[in-house]
């Protein structure tokens, strides 16, 4: 069984940063990609960003030029670099593993951006 655990989240004024980070454990099959969602209040679950094994990644448009995902393969670690934090990035932020056998989510981490 494959567990995900995160870190980093807590609360920051806008324009702050902060870096979230994904560690997978347990019975790891071939990992596709790993990266970051995020569900604001009263909203759907959507994606952050996400990097494949060959380093490909993938972003939302509102997150572009402000977030960098990176990847420890060797670590199965994923980490989420935020930068010009706005109150809409408010959220929590889960992190997910894509693999053959099926995606496993981790347990969500709290950010919260004060105007």
Not at 14 to 41: D, H, K, V
Not at 61 to 84: C, E, P, W, Y
Not at 96 to 112: A, E, F, K
Request: net charge neutral; proline share 2%.
């Amino acid at each position: 069984q494959v567990q995900l655990v995160e870190s980093g989240g807590g609360l920051v004024q806008a324009g702050g940063s902060l870096r979230l980070s994904c560690e997978a454990s347990g019975s790891i099959f071939t990992i596709n990609a790993m990266g970051w969602y995020r569900q604001a209040p009263g909203k759907q679950r959507e994606l952050v960003a996400l990097i494949t094994n060959g380093g490909s990644t993938d972003y939302a448009t509102s997150v572009k030029g402000r977030f960098t995902i990176s990847r420890d393969n060797a670590k199965n670690t994923v980490s989420l670099q935020m930068n010009s934090l706005q109150p809409e990035d408010t959220a929590i932020y889960y992190c997910i593993l894509q693999s053959v056998v099926g995606n496993v989510w981790g347990q969500g981490t709290q950010v919260t951006v004060s105007s």
